[in-house]
Nanobody, 120 residues
């Protein structure tokens, strides 16, 4: 089970940190990803971190967002800075199963999502 938290309303230029708490003893074995879906748009990849802490980012968030993980807490984080209105979306964390980190179909467990709204 994956449970996201930390979403909310923030002004443009602001920051938020999302958390995703995972249940299960094998969390450290999984790569974890963040995706987002804006209203009326398709879900898109945001960031991923694998078991050895290598990170991957969408070009649209590179340099502004940072993904990290704390295996002792079974938690993955998404630190978001310099937020813009186009970052407004529901953000989902997911546990990777197989295949490309950039593709949602490669993930087999998903959280319920947390809303991030950036006002201009």
């Amino acid at each position: 089970q994956l449970v996201e938290s930390g979403g909310g309303l923030v002004q443009a230029g602001g920051s938020l940190r999302l958390s995703c708490a995972a249940s299960g003893r094998t969390f450290s074995n999984y790569a974890m990803g963040w995706f987002r879906q804006a209203s009326g748009k398709e879900r898109e990849f945001v960031a991923a971190i694998n078991w050895n802490y290598s990170t991957y980012y969408a070009d649209s968030v590179k340099g502004r967002f940072t993904i990290s993980r704390d295996n002792a807490k079974n938690t993955v984080y998404l630190q978001m800075s310099s937020l813009q209105p186009e970052d407004t979306a529901v953000y989902y964390c997911a546990a990777h199963y197989s295949g490309s980190y950039y593709y949602g179909g490669s993930y087999h467990y998903w959280g319920q999502g947390t809303q991030v709204t950036v006002s201009s």
